[in-house]
């Protein structure tokens, strides 16, 4: 049986909820106090004022645009047992990711790194994320490195963050999806991860 989330929690819920629906500016704190049951004084109980339960909620939707994807993925490349299996795990998260179902998680992800700018909050936590969620691709780089079907002369550290940037470089091919076929950047992104990431055999 799953514990019943606290009232921050909630009020963190409530207010990804507001921002989803309506951006920042429609978040009021009397509104997102009503929709979990507690009095507006409360909600200060948690957080300062609006602003921090604003931040808190754009840091969180952040964060799960990630865990959802990284952890699965994860999970699935060190259950392989040799380069073809490490390889379809690489190909079935990268067709996951671009499916079009994410579109808005990369919306959400691009969303909050421009709240960035203007919150310092924001901006130390979507640093903090982001070598989370590399330090664990990094380990499946490593992981790969170890048994010779990930490349060598690369630092997987760096490997990983380039990964991720190669993810989410696709809103820029999204944002003129008139203008070029997605499923054609698709094929080269995956492609061009796997050109990388690939071991080379010595001359």
């Given at each position: 049986?799953?514990?019943?989330?606290?009232?921050?929690?909630?009020?963190?819920?409530?207010?990804?909820?507001?921002?989803?629906?309506?951006?920042?500016?429609?978040?009021?704190?009397?509104?997102?106090?009503?929709?979990?049951?507690?009095?507006?004084?409360?909600?200060?109980?948690?957080?300062?004022?609006?602003?921090?339960?604003?931040?808190?909620?754009?840091?969180?939707?952040?964060?799960?645009?990630?865990?959802?994807?990284?952890?699965?993925?994860?999970?699935?490349?060190?259950?392989?047992?040799?380069?073809?299996?490490?390889?379809?795990?690489?190909?079935?998260?990268?067709?996951?990711?671009?499916?079009?179902?994410?579109?808005?998680?990369?919306?959400?992800?691009?969303?909050?790194m421009g709240a960035a700018q203007?919150?310092?909050?924001?901006?130390?936590?979507?640093?903090?994320i982001n070598h989370e969620t590399?330090?664990?691709?990094?380990?499946?780089?490593?992981f790969g490195q170890e048994r010779?079907?990930?490349?060598?002369?690369?630092?997987?550290?760096?490997?990983?963050?380039?990964?991720?940037?190669?993810?989410?470089?696709?809103?820029?091919?999204?944002?003129?999806?008139?203008?070029?076929?997605?499923?054609?950047?698709?094929?080269?992104?995956?492609?061009?991860?796997?050109?990388?990431?690939?071991?080379?055999?010595?001359?």
């Amino acid at each position: 049986m799953s514990e019943k989330p606290n009232t921050r929690q909630q009020l963190v819920e409530a207010t990804m909820a507001a921002i989803a629906y309506g951006g920042e500016s429609s978040v009021r704190v009397s509104a997102i106090a009503t929709a979990v049951g507690v009095k507006e004084p409360s909600v200060y109980h948690f957080f300062k004022n609006r602003d921090a339960l604003v931040e808190a909620a754009q840091i969180e939707r952040y964060r799960r645009s990630y865990s959802e994807m990284i952890v699965p993925f994860e999970m699935a490349a060190e259950m392989s047992e040799t380069a073809e299996e490490f390889e379809r795990a690489i190909r079935k998260i990268f067709s996951l990711v671009y499916s079009p179902e994410r579109i808005e998680i990369r919306s959400i992800r691009k969303n909050v790194m421009g709240a960035a700018q203007s919150s310092e909050a924001i901006a130390k936590a979507i640093s903090e994320i982001n070598h989370e969620t590399a330090s664990t691709l990094a380990r499946v780089m490593v992981f790969g490195q170890e048994r010779g079907w990930v490349t060598k002369d690369l630092d997987p550290m760096a490997l990983a963050y380039w990964g991720i940037g190669q993810i989410n470089g696709r809103v820029m091919a999204e944002m003129n999806a008139g203008l070029v076929s997605l499923a054609e950047w698709d094929k080269v992104s995956v492609e061009a991860v796997l050109g990388v990431y690939r071991y080379k055999a010595p001359k």
